[in-house]
C-alpha cells in the first residue's frame, strides 16, 4: 500500500479529482431533434392568437363529446370509462366531472353540484384565467390577472384529495358522494 498525497488521482478525469466541476469548461448546447425544430419553426410562424385559438378549439371539443354522449343515461361500464372504477370499484379524483359539465351545459347547477362539486367551482376560475391568459396572448388586452398563490393551490388541491377519499368512504354521510 502507499499514502496517497494532497494530488493523488483516484478516478478516470484527473480534472475531477477534487470534486469540483473544471472551471471555465463550456458544454456545447444539445441540438433538437427533427421533430422538436419542426415545432419550433411552426410555433416561431404562428400568429399570436393560433395558440389561443388550439386551445378553445380542444374545450370545445371536450364540451362537444359530453353534450353528445350524454353520460347522465350511460351505463356505468359504458367506454371511454375510468379505468381506476373499473379495475377497484373506487371513484377517481375526476369522476363525475364530465357528467357535472353536462348539467353545467345545460344550466342546472344544483345537479352539476351533486357529481363533483370541487369541478364546478373551479370553472369560474379556470374561465378567468383562460379569457386572461388568452385575451393577452391573442389580442394584447390586460386584464386584470387572478393570482393565486402556491398555498392556495396546495390547499385547493389537498381538499380534492381529501374529497377523493372521504367519496369513497363507505358508511353516511360519504355515500351520498358515490357517483
Same mark, same amino acid.
Given at each position: 500500500?502507499?499514502?496517497?498525497?494532497?494530488?493523488?488521482?483516484?478516478?478516470?478525469?484527473?480534472?475531477?479529482?477534487?470534486?469540483?466541476?473544471?472551471?471555465?469548461?463550456?458544454?456545447?448546447?444539445?441540438?433538437?431533434?427533427?421533430?422538436?425544430?419542426?415545432?419550433?419553426?411552426?410555433?416561431?410562424?404562428?400568429?399570436?392568437?393560433?395558440?389561443?385559438?388550439?386551445?378553445?378549439?380542444?374545450?370545445?371539443?371536450?364540451?362537444?363529446?359530453?353534450?353528445?354522449?350524454?353520460?347522465?343515461?350511460? !351505463?356505468?361500464?359504458?367506454?371511454?370509462?375510468?379505468?381506476?372504477?373499473?379495475?377497484?370499484?373506487? !371513484?377517481?379524483?375526476?369522476?363525475?366531472?364530465?357528467?357535472?359539465?353536462?348539467?353545467?351545459?345545460?344550466?342546472?347547477?344544483?345537479?352539476?353540484?351533486?357529481?363533483?362539486?370541487?369541478?364546478?367551482?373551479?370553472?369560474?376560475?379556470?374561465?378567468?384565467?383562460?379569457?386572461?391568459?388568452?385575451?393577452?396572448?391573442?389580442?394584447?388586452?390586460?386584464?386584470?390577472?387572478?393570482?393565486?398563490?402556491?398555498?392556495?393551490?396546495?390547499?385547493?388541491?389537498?381538499?380534492?384529495?381529501?374529497?377523493?377519499?372521504?367519496?369513497?368512504?363507505?358508511?353516511?354521510?360519504?355515500?351520498?358522494?358515490?357517483?
Amino acid at each position: 500500500m502507499h499514502a496517497a498525497g494532497p494530488h493523488a488521482h483516484h478516478g478516470p478525469y484527473p480534472e475531477h479529482a477534487g470534486g469540483a466541476w473544471p472551471a471555465g469548461v463550456a458544454y456545447p448546447p444539445v441540438e433538437p431533434d427533427r421533430f422538436t425544430r419542426l415545432v419550433l419553426r411552426l410555433h416561431a410562424r404562428a400568429p399570436r392568437w393560433a395558440v389561443p385559438l388550439a386551445a378553445l378549439g380542444c374545450v370545445g371539443l371536450g364540451m362537444a363529446y359530453a353534450l353528445l354522449s350524454d353520460p347522465t343515461h350511460s !351505463d356505468p361500464d359504458a367506454r371511454p370509462t375510468c379505468l381506476l372504477k373499473l379495475t377497484t370499484g373506487l !371513484d377517481c379524483p375526476g369522476c363525475g366531472g364530465t357528467r357535472a359539465l353536462w348539467y353545467v351545459l345545460h344550466a342546472d347547477l344544483p345537479a352539476a353540484a351533486r357529481h363533483h362539486f370541487l369541478f364546478v367551482f373551479s370553472l369560474p376560475f379556470l374561465a378567468w384565467l383562460f379569457v386572461s391568459w388568452a385575451g393577452n396572448r391573442a389580442f394584447g388586452w390586460r386584464l386584470p390577472e387572478l393570482r393565486i398563490s402556491p398555498r392556495v393551490i396546495g390547499g385547493f388541491l389537498a381538499l380534492w384529495l381529501a374529497f377523493s377519499v372521504a367519496r369513497n368512504l363507505p358508511w353516511a354521510p360519504f355515500t351520498s358522494l358515490y357517483v
